[in-house]
């Protein structure tokens, strides 16, 4: 079965750059979304389509896909977006869900 | 905008059937024309796929819960159904529904429901 790799921790300090990525056979192949989780809260959806940003989230939020690996870069990273997050992917040829292990993000 | 709610029952004991009921809310969507998928996270742990099924009412699951999983579209009510048997503890978790969007190689979900805690014990 396909499998997405994700560090399982990111540090930041407020105002710089986070670069959080997600690994897998060929991934550039497929397209991946991201999604923002915090703790007691549903997750959301903040990037999909590999680079696209929907309605509501800040455009510090970007995202790249190429070769074997997806990255999830937060530009300005400000305090509120300390939160763990999970990259995904769909596997066509058995019509799966495939969610990366999820990293956390820290800034401190 | 659509909205999504899960319900169902927060206790279960081992070896019986856990039943989950998302409810669909908002005009603009309904359940007889949009996809949705199942997707649980257990205490600690990162998010687990379990289920899609599409307005068809074609379903495809988690390779690791088909053999326990069945999922259905009630379409008069505007809702989605999960049923897992045999729960053991190991399916202890917050258990979310989720609009299955996108075409082809795309897929993604949005929104999600808020998500209801299944804890499984005696």
């Known amino acids: 079965s396909y499998e997405l790799t994700q560090p399982p921790s990111v540090s930041v300090s407020p105002g710089q750059t986070a670069s959080i990525t997600c690994s897998g056979d060929k991934l550039g192949d497929k397209y991946v979304c991201w999604y923002q989780k915090r703790p007691g809260q549903s997750p959301a959806l903040v990037i999909f389509q590999n680079n696209r940003r929907p309605s509501g989230i800040p455009e510090r939020f970007s995202g790249s896909n190429s070769g074997n690996t997806a990255t999830l870069t937060i530009s300005g990273t400000r305090a509120m977006d300390e939160a763990d997050y999970y990259c995904q992917a769909w596997d066509i040829s058995t019509e799966s869900v495939v969610f990366g292990g999820g990293t956390r993000l820290t800034v401190l | 905008q659509v909205q999504l709610q899960e319900s169902g029952p927060g206790l279960v004991k081992p070896s019986e059937t856990l039943s989950l009921t998302c409810t669909v809310s908002d005009g603009s969507s309904s359940s007889s024309r949009d996809f949705w998928g199942w997707i649980r996270q257990p205490p600690g742990k990162g998010l687990e796929w379990i289920g899609i099924?599409?307005?068809?009412?074609?379903?495809y699951y988690n390779a690791s819960l088909k053999s326990r999983v069945t999922m259905s579209v009630d379409t008069s009510k505007n809702q989605i159904s999960l049923r897992l048997t045999s729960v053991t503890a190991a399916d202890t978790a917050v258990y979310y529904c989720a609009r299955l969007r996108g075409l082809g190689s795309g897929r993604w979900f949005d929104p999600w429901g808020q998500g209801t805690l299944v804890t499984v014990s005696s």
């Open positions: 099924i599409y307005s068809s009412g074609s379903t």
